[in-house]
């Protein structure tokens, strides 16, 4: 099984065990902020089981109907994900709502805080997890799960301080509001990963950083040719997809020019995990003077 598969699965496990803790605290105490805070968690679980399906289908090699692989499942599971937040928000504002138009006092309110502060944690952790391991690894549905996590412990810990603060002021208006806060910070980080996944199904360039690495791989190892010219970059999932040309003297025959281009591709490939690199040779008198001079 695929590493990325087995952490994704890992992800609905651990929403399982937070999900009962926060339905836990919300039955212990009964406030719209900590049941607004529970209901993501059921968001959580159902884009961690997203995720899992996007990612195997994701680690099918190429076929004959898909020759440039299956990589962009990871958005479609990223797109998912933003669409439940926008409806978890939506439930959550409802229920503030109804909060607001009768409040209810809070009960338990000390064991029900620490129930959920232990759920917080446990997201917490989990979420750095994903995170780091889904940029070494490349894998946009890793990064959004673990950011939608992230999100969910920053809105967590202002439930706790707020719920505490009901307790402690008696102003019942508080949980509410806080239930609301929470619904439209939850609608921003739904907005932030479909704005980020739609980039990549629209075969969004790779970051300028990435670019230069490229450019300066390219200089470095086409000992023989004379520039590099029309560089294009696309990401799709964890692949990332270059192309360019590269021009050599009009007097060097394919061998020497294939060998040139061997040595470039694997340098490529072994700073730029996971990529599929395209070059079209021309001769010297199709050179434009511009992109990438070989040094």
Same mark, same amino acid.
């Given at each position: ?11 609905? @496990? ?17 406030s719209v902020?900590?049941?607004s ?6 968001? *959580?679980i $159902? ?14 090699? @190429?076929?004959?109907?898909? #020759?440039?692989?299956?990589?962009? +499942? ?12 926008v409806?978890? @928000? ?12 009768? =409040?209810? =006092?809070?009960?338990? =309110? ?11 944690? &446990? ?12 940029? %070494?690894?490349?894998? #946009?549905?890793?990064? @959004?799960?673990?950011?939608? &996590?992230? /999100?969910?412990?920053? /809105?967590?810990g ?5 719920? +505490? &603060? ?7 208006v508080?949980?509410? &509001?806080?239930? +609301? ?22 075969d969004? $360039?790779? #970051? #300028? !950083?990435?670019? !230069?690495?490229?450019? +300066?791989?390219?200089s *470095?190892?086409a000992?023989g040719a ?7 970059? %696309?990401?799709?999932?964890?692949r ?9 003297p ?11 281009? !061997? %040595? ?5 490939? *072994? ?6 690199? /395209?070059?079209?040779?021309? =001769? ?12």
């Amino acid at each position: 099984m695929d590493r990325t598969v087995k952490l994704a699965l890992g992800s609905v @496990a651990v929403g399982c065990v937070v999900l009962g803790l926060k339905f836990l605290a919300y039955w212990l105490t009964g406030s719209v902020a900590l049941f607004s805070d529970a209901l993501e968690s059921i968001i *959580n679980i $159902a884009a961690a089981c997203a995720a899992v399906m996007a990612l195997r289908v994701s680690s099918i090699p @190429a076929d004959a109907n898909h #020759p440039y692989g299956h990589s962009k +499942a990871e958005y479609f599971s990223s797109v998912i994900e933003g669409v439940l937040i926008v409806i978890a @928000a939506l439930a959550i504002l409802r229920e503030a709502y109804f909060g607001f138009l009768d =409040p209810q =006092p809070i009960d338990a =309110p000390t064991t029900g805080l620490a129930i959920n502060g232990l759920a917080s944690l &446990l997201n917490g952790a989990w979420s750095w997890l994903l995170i780091r391991n889904g940029r %070494r690894w490349r894998s #946009p549905a890793l990064i @959004a799960d673990g950011k939608h &996590l992230f /999100t969910d412990v920053v /809105t967590s810990g202002g439930v706790l301080i707020g719920v +505490a &603060l009901v307790g402690l002021t008696g102003w019942l208006v508080l949980d509410p &509001l806080l239930a +609301a806060l929470v619904a439209l910070n939850i609608l921003w980080s739904g907005w932030g990963l479909v704005r980020e996944s739609v980039g990549g199904l629209m075969d969004e $360039a790779a #970051p #300028p !950083d990435m670019l !230069d690495r490229i450019r +300066a791989l390219i200089s *470095n190892h086409a000992d023989g040719a004379l520039e590099a010219h029309d560089l294009r970059t %696309r990401h799709a999932g964890r692949r990332t997809f270059i192309e360019f040309h590269l021009v050599v003297p009009g007097t060097m025959n394919v061998a020497e020019a294939h060998d040139i281009c !061997d %040595r470039i591709e694997e340098a490529l490939k *072994n700073e730029i995990e996971d990529s599929t690199i /395209t070059i079209h040779v021309e =001769p010297e008198m199709k050179a434009k003077q511009t992109g990438v001079l070989v040094l």
